[in-house]
Antibody, heavy 120, light 109 residues
Framework: QLQLQESGPGLVKPSETLSLTCNVS??????????WAWIRQSPGKGLEWIGS???????YYSPSLKSRVTISIDTSKNQFSLQLNSVTAADTAVYYC????????????WGQGSLVTVSS | SSELTQDPAVSVALGQTVSITCQGD??????ASWYQQKPGQAPILVIY???NRPSGIPDRFSGSSSGTTTSLTITGAQAEDEADYYC????????????FGGGTKLSVL
């Protein structure tokens, strides 16, 4: 059974960089038919796609966040990471990592989510 | 880029049938998938592709689509179906850009 687990600081100061890592277990991150995604959910709000990465390193970002986001992958550690710089209170959210793709192009596995609060 | 539009809230009487809809131009080209999210939990996939349910999802959940609209139908809604539901698909402006609908809060009365 595939499992995804987010890790990283739960509190980040305004203007600093938010960094999270997603550890993938129970399966290989180097699968050719899946992409690995970051999705967030601000308190009381809906789901927002942040970006995705393929095991070979190709990245795709939400146009609204593209200027501040970097997603990277480490196949040797079976993990991928998110960096969001110049954060503000509006970036306070639960951040999910997820697997997307396969025959039907859907998100079939999600991490449990990691709450990141931006506050001084 | 395009967007996916959902009604913010829908209610259904216990045991009755309800449909939750999602509209967007990208749905002409791409299948949507549907996710159920209960408070404090990660979303779970309930419908994908033309009308497929992952293992463990009750058969009272079904999906359909026509043109720019896709629907999630719950036939015989149960109390445990009360949750937020999100549709998800690709954006028409780029093959790997993704979209979520704004979500529909389903109340089972």
């Amino acid at each position: 059974q595939l499992q995804l687990q987010e890790s990283g600081p739960g509190l980040v100061k305004p203007s600093e960089t938010l960094s999270l890592t997603c550890n993938v277990s129970g399966g290989s991150i180097s699968s050719r038919i899946y992409y690995w995604a970051w999705i967030r959910q601000s308190p009381g709000k809906g789901l927002e796609w942040i970006g995705s990465i393929y095991y070979r390193g190709s990245t795709y970002y939400s146009p609204s966040l593209k200027s501040r986001v970097t997603i990277s992958i480490d196949t040797s550690k079976n993990q991928f990471s998110l960096q969001l710089n110049s954060v503000t209170a509006a970036d306070t959210a639960v951040y999910y990592c997820a697997r997307r793709g396969g025959q039907w192009d859907n998100i079939d596995y999600w991490g449990q989510g990691s709450l990141v609060t931006v506050s001084s | 880029s395009s967007e996916l539009t959902q009604d913010p809230a829908v209610s259904v009487a216990l045991g009755q049938t309800v449909s939750i809809t999602c509209q967007g131009d990208s749905l002409r080209s791409y299948y949507a998938s549907w996710y159920q999210q209960k408070p404090g939990q990660a979303p779970i996939l309930v419908i994908y592709g033309k009308n497929n349910r992952p293992s463990g999802i009750p058969d009272r959940f079904s999906g359909s689509s026509s043109g720019t609209t896709t629907s999630l139908t719950i036939t015989g809604a149960q109390a445990e179906d009360e949750a937020d539901y999100y549709c998800h698909s690709r954006d028409t402006s780029g093959n790997h850009l993704l979209l979520f609908g704004g979500g529909t809060k389903l109340s089972v009365l």
